[in-house]
């Protein structure tokens, strides 16, 4: 039983990781690093950023070889209109299916697809065809991110792992960002745009291969409300967006960052070739040192592991970001053109990765996916907003009145929020990660959302070295313990009857039929285990009937398991006596 001081019989909890620790970049790769499914999906994540920047590249090249500098603004476009429209679509319709089948079939369609791209350049198909076969691209780009931010937390075994996770795939967006333009060049200046779409594919058919041991990695769909009829549509995540003013909020200023994207990769160009009188190379310059700036900011990230106020250091990311942006309004020579875009590319992943984070911890769990298919789809539309808009304002007032604006977007978003934008941190108390291993557990996976979530606020963490007794036979039950990551043993009268691991429970038997404790339960190695007292877990099973079948059938269950052990100890001495 617990002890008072929150320790274990037979041994402490395990002590937190310390403040200095999170903050460690060395701390944040073993985070992820050792929690095998969150590595297998982060390296799939390498795969997908590297292609979507190599395959962009790629069309922009051959676009321009077309028709010049119109033509590649109007196909850019083109396809960033069905990608913004079909991301919520594809969010909503893919909620309703496992998140480790529907991040695999992403993989899958961008490998097919890239490989039909790749086939249309290399047999010199009419620009038309090829410009009609790279919406496939496009649009299953779109997947990955609202897939895998709705599926990590499902996967992450605490909250710390969740933030470390959000970190790492910002730190890895951000070297694709600085390298995959980089290798898209030299594989244009040997070879073609037929070849960048070939490795592309190549490289997301690696990325299947990565996630595809987690396709049965599936959280359980969580029961509707009744009358919640536009729960199971799109229309849920519009409902939930406009009614939460804190995800409102969120959902603007991260989409509203698309705009300023979009804008900034148009004015690259202009300002290399007309403020600073150099070649085109020089565009690709300042863009490399908006994605460095991203890479050095993995230090600033990195501390946010751990963190539980996150609207501070999203707001100061905001300033600096506009700030930069100021900056460049005052055309600085090249230098200080390096060094302000370089600041704002790291403003620019501080600010997304604090938003994304604050984003799961307000949105709703079983919205999660459709809200970011959401997000996805206002960053697309961003994206092409930003394009058109840039060339506008460079006509009207010159580059330096397109950066002033373009720098003042986000300000403005954010003013409009006003005080809320700070206080966002007392709303964002959504506990996903426990949510999600709830939802994976068929005990509670008939719960309606609110029910879910308040059982999950409910829960109490603990750290258990292994060869800890956490229950004894024949003591008093007054709690329900959930695996989140290790290994224990049911044993019942010195013999090991089962083993429980991530996404099981024990100790209802105790619970549901008033009796003693049937089994001693102790870990095998280091555990950590989440606690629901008595009350909590008999309020949750018996107020909902599903629930309420699923607990009896399992405690009977594990009941009759005891039994037959009990009657084959039974024949074994009686064996035994008769020899």
Same mark, same amino acid.
């Given at each position: 039983?617990?002890?008072?001081?929150?320790?274990?019989?037979?041994?402490?909890?395990?002590?937190?990781?310390?403040?200095?620790?999170?903050?460690?970049?060395?701390?944040?790769?073993?985070?992820?690093?050792?929690?095998?499914?969150?590595?297998?999906?982060?390296?799939?994540?390498?795969?997908?950023?590297?292609?979507?920047?190599?395959?962009?590249?790629?069309?922009?090249?051959?676009?321009?070889?077309?028709?010049?500098?119109?033509?590649?603004?109007?196909?850019?476009?083109?396809?960033?209109?069905?990608?913004?429209?079909?991301?919520?679509?594809?969010?909503?319709?893919?909620?309703?299916?496992?998140?480790?089948?529907?991040?695999?079939?992403?993989?899958?369609?961008?490998?097919?697809?890239?490989?039909?791209? $790749?086939?249309?350049?290399?047999?010199?198909?009419?620009?038309?065809?090829?410009?009609?076969?790279?919406? $496939?691209?496009?649009?299953?780009?779109?997947?990955?991110?609202?897939?895998?931010?709705?599926?990590?937390?499902?996967?992450?075994?605490?909250?710390?792992?969740?933030?470390?996770?959000?970190?790492?795939?910002?730190?890895?967006?951000?070297?694709?960002?600085?390298?995959?333009?980089?290798?898209?060049?030299?594989?244009?200046?040997?070879?073609?745009?037929?070849?960048?779409?070939?490795?592309?594919?190549?490289?997301?058919?690696?990325?299947? %291969?990565?996630?595809?041991?987690?396709?049965?990695?599936?959280?359980?769909?969580?029961?509707?409300?009744?009358?919640?009829?536009?729960?199971?549509?799109?229309?849920?995540?519009?409902?939930?967006?406009?009614?939460?003013?804190?995800?409102?909020?969120?959902?603007?200023?991260?989409?509203?960052?698309?705009?300023?994207?979009?804008?900034?990769?148009?004015?690259?160009?202009?300002?290399?070739?007309? %403020?600073?009188?150099?070649? $085109?190379?020089?565009?690709?310059?300042?863009?490399?040192?908006?994605?460095?700036?991203?890479?050095?900011?993995?230090?600033?990230?990195?501390?946010?592991?751990?963190?539980?106020?996150?609207?501070?250091?999203?707001?100061?990311?905001?300033?600096?970001?506009?700030?930069?942006?100021?900056?460049?309004?005052?055309?600085?020579?090249?230098?200080?053109?390096?060094?302000?875009?370089?600041?704002?590319?790291?403003?620019?992943?501080?600010?997304?990765?604090?938003?994304?984070?604050?984003?799961?911890?307000?949105?709703?769990?079983?919205?999660?996916?459709?809200?970011?298919?959401?997000?996805?789809?206002?960053?697309?539309?961003?994206?092409?907003?930003?394009?058109?808009?840039?060339?506008?304002?460079?006509?009207?007032?010159?580059?330096?009145?397109?950066?002033?604006?373009? $720098?003042?977007?986000?300000?403005?978003?954010?003013?409009?929020?006003?005080?809320?934008?700070?206080?966002?941190?007392?709303?964002?108390? %959504?506990?996903?990660?426990?949510?999600?291993?709830?939802?994976?557990?068929?005990?509670?996976?008939?719960?309606?959302?609110?029910?879910?979530?308040?059982?999950?606020?409910?829960?109490?963490?603990?750290?258990?070295?292994?060869? %800890?007794?956490?229950?004894?036979?024949?003591?008093?039950?007054?709690?329900?313990?959930?695996?989140?990551?290790?290994?224990?043993?049911?044993?019942?009268?010195?013999?090991?009857?089962?083993?429980?691991?991530?996404?099981?429970?024990?100790?209802?038997?105790?619970?549901?039929?008033?009796?003693?404790?049937?089994?001693?339960?102790?870990?095998?190695?280091?555990?950590?285990?989440?606690?629901?007292?008595?009350?909590?877990?008999?309020?949750?099973?018996?107020?909902?009937?599903?629930?309420?079948?699923?607990?009896?059938?399992?405690?009977?269950?594990?009941?009759?398991?005891?039994?037959?052990?009990?009657?084959?100890?039974?024949?074994?001495?009686?064996?035994?006596?008769?020899?």
């Amino acid at each position: 039983m617990p002890d008072d001081d929150g320790g274990v019989n037979g041994g402490s909890a395990v002590e937190p990781a310390s403040p200095t620790r999170r903050s460690s970049l060395l701390y944040v790769f073993r985070v992820v690093a050792g929690n095998r499914q969150l590595r297998r999906v982060e390296l799939a994540f390498a795969t997908f950023n590297c292609g979507e920047w190599a395959s962009w590249i790629a069309m922009l090249v051959y676009a321009y070889a077309q028709g010049g500098v119109t033509e590649t603004g109007i196909v850019a476009t083109v396809l960033l209109i069905p990608a913004a429209a079909f991301a919520p679509v594809i969010a909503a319709v893919g909620d309703r299916y496992p998140p480790g089948k529907l991040l695999l079939a992403g993989y899958v369609a961008q490998a097919l697809t890239c490989a039909a791209v $790749g086939v249309a350049l290399f047999v010199d198909a009419p620009p038309l065809v090829v410009y009609a076969l790279l919406v $496939g691209p496009s649009v299953s780009f779109t997947m990955t991110r609202p897939t895998q931010s709705a599926f990590a937390p499902s996967l992450a075994r605490a909250p710390e792992e969740l933030t470390a996770t959000n970190v790492a795939s910002g730190w890895i967006e951000s070297v694709s960002t600085l390298a995959a333009p980089a290798l898209a060049g030299v594989v244009l200046a040997v070879g073609s745009e037929g070849m960048v779409f070939a490795l592309v594919a190549a490289g997301c058919l690696l990325g299947a %291969v990565l996630v595809m041991p987690l396709r049965n990695v599936t959280p359980a769909t969580p029961a509707a409300e009744p009358g919640s009829e536009d729960e199971t549509r799109l229309g849920g995540s519009l409902s939930f967006v406009r009614s939460d003013p804190q995800a409102a909020i969120l959902v603007l200023l991260l989409g509203a960052q698309g705009i300023a994207i979009g804008a900034l990769d148009v004015l690259s160009v202009e300002l290399a070739q007309g %403020v600073l009188q150099r070649g $085109g190379d020089w565009a690709g310059y300042l863009t490399a040192a908006f994605g460095a700036g991203s890479v050095v900011a993995v230090v600033v990230t990195a501390r946010l592991v751990g963190m539980t106020r996150l609207a501070l250091p999203l707001v100061l990311a905001l300033a600096v970001w506009s700030v930069a942006f100021m900056g460049l309004a005052t055309l600085p020579a090249a230098l200080g053109a390096l060094v302000l875009l370089a600041v704002a590319g790291g403003a620019r992943m501080t600010f997304d990765v604090a938003g994304r984070t604050l984003l799961q911890r307000v949105a709703r769990p079983d919205l999660l996916a459709r809200v970011f298919g959401l997000l996805e789809g206002l960053l697309m539309a961003g994206l092409a907003v930003g394009s058109l808009l840039a060339p506008l304002l460079v006509a009207l007032g010159g580059v330096s009145l397109a950066f002033v604006c373009v $720098g003042a977007i986000l300000p403005l978003v954010a003013l409009a929020a006003g005080r809320r934008l700070l206080d966002i941190d007392r709303h964002a108390t %959504v506990p996903v990660v426990e949510v999600a291993l709830l939802r994976s557990m068929p005990l509670f996976a008939p719960l309606p959302p609110p029910a879910l979530e308040s059982l999950a606020r409910a829960l109490s963490p603990l750290s258990v070295p292994a060869g %800890v007794d956490v229950i004894r036979e024949g003591d008093e039950g007054d709690r329900f313990y959930v695996i989140a990551d290790g290994e224990v043993e049911i044993v019942h009268d010195g013999l090991v009857a089962a083993t429980r691991r991530r996404g099981e429970g024990f100790g209802e038997i105790a619970l549901i039929y008033d009796v003693p404790r049937t089994a001693t339960v102790k870990t095998t190695r280091d555990t950590q285990l989440y606690s629901l007292e008595r009350e909590a877990f008999l309020l949750a099973v018996t107020g909902h009937a599903t629930a309420q079948r699923a607990a009896h059938d399992l405690a009977a269950a594990r009941l009759e398991e005891l039994r037959a052990m009990d009657k084959a100890a039974s024949v074994d001495d009686t064996t035994m006596s008769r020899r």
